[in-house]
Each structure stands twice: as structure tokens, then as C-alpha cells.
């Protein structure tokens, strides 16, 4: 990004401290960060090198998702909270172009992605694309805000991929969720990935604790027990709870085994 000053109207950013959705950005080869982000950035890399791996695959996982969504159970609508920093293939472009008639919602409130926001967020004539600025843990506001784009009275996907490691207390996380999926009816979805310190992860103790320090908003690591009561009362679709890589590969059209990452991943149906 050129200079060190936040884009006009985003006074609460501050470009001197690290955040996830710039460092995330960088990850992914964006260019959407300050030296701050890529300074944090490499310091985790050269403690994790597998954190780019997750980023990707992680964008990855959400690209296969959302066209079997869109493609094979018919979901129209997406609610996407936590969205990040718009890259290639975001929500909306991959579900619109299955249906051009799908409708999304995105969630941050991060100053620098309201602003990208506004400008690139943009679908099909025939969907709508939407963004609210609102936090994860303040469900009943994101809910009032996405019906003004959304009919929850039709099956909506609720995407939540690598957000609910940002709530740091479980139990508020587990009603973040129950809350979302009680505002949707039957034939819902619920998308999630979130950070393990399992799957091969051992080592991102000392980078998750470096971030702690020094980046935000702080992080924490669950194991797949904790993340799957995520889904309790849901469906799980085949292959259930997996390392978000492992999640059906084969709709990527691409050949070869997929590496195994340290990031679960799972898709449940509101029965």
C-alpha cells in the first residue's frame, strides 16, 4: 500500500498496529496492508511457515463451498461474517456465478474493509451484494441489518470462516452461533473454519502467541471437540469435521492428495 495513511473517512484505523484482516491480505498476496501487517506478518511466517498454507486454503475451501451451495443444494442467499479484506473469488462473485440471482450479505468492522467494501463489493444485476459494519459477537445487530437484504424466511448460508477464533471466550462464541442459526430456517447452512493447535498445528503456539502481543484482534485455538459443538443439532455433510483442505477436494477439479492443514473445516445443515 502506498504511504502510511488510512483512506479518508476511516479515522479508527491505526496502519502503526498489526491487524488480521491487512495481515490475512498479505498472506494471500493482496495488496491491502501497511508495514506493520507485513512486519507481523513475517515474524509469524518465520515461526509458522504453514500459516500461508491455511490462508489459502482456507480461500480455497470457501470457493468449493459456495459453489456446491449455490450448484448442488440451491442456496441463494449467504450471510458472510468476518469477511476480511476483498481478494479473487469472494462470496459473492463465486455464487453469482452459479446463480446470478444469489444474494450476500458480508460482516466486518474493520475501518479498511468497509472501505474496499463499498468500492469493489459489488454483484449481478440481477443479486445483490450488501455489507454491514458490525461486530461478530453483536449478532442481533448483523441479523437486523442483513434483512434488509435477505429473506430469513429462505434457507441462507452463514459463513463463518476464521471468525470465531477472534471471540476468545467459547461459551460466547457457541451462542454467537446459536443465535445466527435460530434466525434461519429449515435447509440452512452453517460454514465454518477455525485454528487448531491439532492436524499438525503444534507448532503455532509460540506465533499465535507473538500475534497476541503485538497484532489484533487477539486469537485462540480450539481442538476439534470444542469446535464441533459448533455444530451440535446440525447435519454434517460429508466429510464432517476435517482439516478444511481434506473438505471435498475434488470439486476444485484439481488432481493430487491436498496437504493436510492445521485448520478445521465443516459444512452443517439446519435440519
Not at 468449493?64 to 450448484?71: A, D, F, Q
Not at 440471482?101 to 450488501?130: I, K, M, Q, W
Not at 462464541?173 to 473454519?193: E, K
Request: hydrophobic share 40%; charged share 25%.
Amino acid at each position: 500500500m502506498d504511504g502510511e495513511r488510512p483512506p479518508s473517512g476511516s479515522n479508527e484505523l491505526n496502519p502503526h498496529v498489526a491487524h488480521n484482516a491487512r495481515v490475512w491480505n498479505y498472506w494471500l498476496g493482496g495488496k491491502d496492508h501497511y508495514s506493520a501487517d507485513r512486519e507481523v506478518g513475517d515474524r509469524v511466517f518465520a515461526m509458522f511457515p504453514n500459516i500461508v498454507h491455511v490462508a489459502r486454503a482456507d480461500r480455497a475451501f470457501l470457493g468449493r463451498v459456495v459453489r456446491h451451495l449455490t450448484g448442488e443444494v440451491g442456496i441463494r442467499q449467504f450471510l458472510d461474517i468476518g469477511t476480511g479484506l476483498p481478494t479473487v473469488d469472494n462470496t459473492h462473485q463465486v455464487a453469482q456465478r452459479v446463480n446470478p440471482r444469489a444474494r450476500v450479505v458480508y460482516v466486518d468492522n474493520d475501518p479498511l474493509v468497509l472501505v474496499h467494501a463499498r468500492a469493489l463489493l459489488s454483484g449481478t444485476p440481477e443479486g445483490a451484494t450488501d455489507y454491514v459494519d458490525a461486530d461478530a459477537r453483536d449478532p442481533e445487530t448483523i441479523l437486523r441489518a442483513a434483512a434488509k437484504t435477505l429473506d430469513f424466511g429462505r434457507p441462507v448460508a452463514v459463513m463463518l470462516l476464521g471468525i470465531l477464533n477472534f471471540v476468545l471466550d467459547t461459551a460466547e462464541a457457541r451462542s454467537v452461533v446459536r443465535r445466527l442459526m435460530d434466525a434461519v430456517p429449515s435447509g440452512s447452512h452453517l460454514v465454518l473454519t477455525h485454528p487448531t493447535l491439532e492436524l499438525g498445528g503444534e507448532g503455532n503456539v509460540e506465533a499465535m502467541r507473538f500475534w497476541n502481543e503485538h497484532a489484533k484482534p487477539p486469537i485462540v485455538a480450539r481442538n476439534g471437540q470444542e469446535i464441533a459443538a459448533f455444530l451440535d443439532g446440525l447435519e454434517l455433510l460429508e466429510p464432517g469435521l476435517v482439516s478444511c483442505s481434506l473438505w471435498r477436494p475434488e470439486l476444485a477439479g484439481v488432481g493430487g492428495e491436498p496437504t493436510r492443514i492445521a485448520q478445521y473445516g465443516a459444512v452443517g445443515r439446519k435440519p
